[in-house]
C-alpha cells in the first residue's frame, strides 16, 4: 500500500451512493481522506445511503448546505482547500458534475494536487444547466479523466483534454450489481400507495430547469396525473417545494411520496413498467434494468441510452401535451437493448488501476 493519501471527495446522492464502491476499491490500495461536502443533508439525501450501501463516516464533513451556485461552490472550494492543506493529499478524486465536484477539484488544482475526474467526458451540450458548465471545467482541468464509455473518452480525445483518459466504465453500474439481490420490492415498503402487483410508473424530477419553471412544471404534473398508468414520484425536496409552493401535490393518478432508499428505489425502478424521470443515475439505472425510459429534457448527456433505444427524450416545454402521446408509444413498443454501453460493472477496479498508473508516473 502507499504511504500517501488519497483524498475520496462526494456531496450529493447520487455521489454518496457511488463513493461506496469506489471507497471500498481504494481502501485497499491508498489510506483515505475522505471528505463529504454536505451538500445534500437531509436523511433521505444522505445518511440513509451510508447505512444501506455501508460507507464508513466521512473523515471530514464540511457541511456547505444550501445556497445559490456561486456561495454553494465557493464554500466547497474554501472548506475543501482547508483540508487538503492540512491532509496533503498526493490526489484528490471527484464525481460527476455538481458544485461540490467542481469546488472539491478547484481547491485541490489550486495547491497543484492531481485532480481524477470520475464520470469524465460527458456532454449534453446544455450550457444552460450548471452542470454541464461544471463537468467542462473539471475535465479541463483534471490530471486523470475516467470515462464511463467510449463515447466520452473519444469526446475528451476530441477536445484536446491535456489530462490521460482512461475508459473505465461507469461505477453506478458496480453499485447496481453490487446490490441488486438486496433491491426491495414496492409491496415490501409500508409506505407504497398503491395495491401489491398493480402496474405503476416511478418518476423523479429535481431538475432546476424544471422544478423552477412553473407554467412547465404545472403542466407536466397535469400530464403525470392524466396518464393510463398510477404513478409514484419519490419527491427530492427541491420538486417537493415547488409543488407545494404552487397547490400541486397528489392528485388524480400520481402519487408524491418520500425519497426512497437505494435498495428500495431499484426495487422499485426494477419492478415499474415505465420509468419517467430527469435524473442521470436514474436514467442509466432503467437502462441496465431493461425498463423503458421517458427523460423529460431536451438533451441528455447519456447518448447511449437514447441511441440504442432505451430512453425517449421529452421536451420540459411540451411535455405538457407530449408526455402522454410519447408513454403509450413506450408501453406499446416495450423493446429489448444492448445493455453494455457502460462497461461491466467493474469500473470501480479500473478506475483505482489508472490512478495506481497516475501515481507511478507522478514517481
Ligand atoms: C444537485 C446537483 C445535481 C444533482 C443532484 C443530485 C448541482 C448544481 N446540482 O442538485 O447535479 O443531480 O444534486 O440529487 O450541484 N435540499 C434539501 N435537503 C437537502 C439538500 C437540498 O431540502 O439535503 C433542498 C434545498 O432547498 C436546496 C435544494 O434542495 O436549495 C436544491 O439542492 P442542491 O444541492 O442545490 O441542488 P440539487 O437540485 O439537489
Ligand atoms: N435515488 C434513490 N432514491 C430516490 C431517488 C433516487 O435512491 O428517491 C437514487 C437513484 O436510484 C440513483 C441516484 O439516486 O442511484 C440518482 O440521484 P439523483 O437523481 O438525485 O441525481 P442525478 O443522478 O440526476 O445526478
Redesign the pocket.
Known sequence: MSVRSLAICYG????VIKASVLIEASAARWPLVTVDTG????Y???AVFYEQLGVPRPHHFLEV???R?AA?TAAVLTRAAEVFEGAQPWAVVVI??????LGCALAATQMRIPVVHVEAGLRSNDRAM??EI?RRVVDAIGDLLCAPSDAAAAELAREHQPGTIAMTGDIAHDVLRRNLALARAPRDNAAWPLAAGERYAIATL???EL?GNADALAAIVQALRALPLPVVLPA???VR?ALVARGLESGGNLHIVTPLGYFEMIGTIRDATIVITD???VQREAYWLGVPCITVRTRTEWHETVALGANTLVAPATAGSTLGAAVERRLADGGTWDRGAYGNGDASVRITDAIATLERALG
Open positions: 450529493t446522492r447520487p455521489q451538500q445534500h443533508y437531509d433521505e439525501l444522505n448546505g444550501s445556497g451556485h454553494q460527476g458534475d455538481t458544485n461540490s465536484t450548471a452542470e461544471n429535481h431538475r432546476a422544478t427530492h425536496p427541491r417545494d435524473s442521470g443515475g
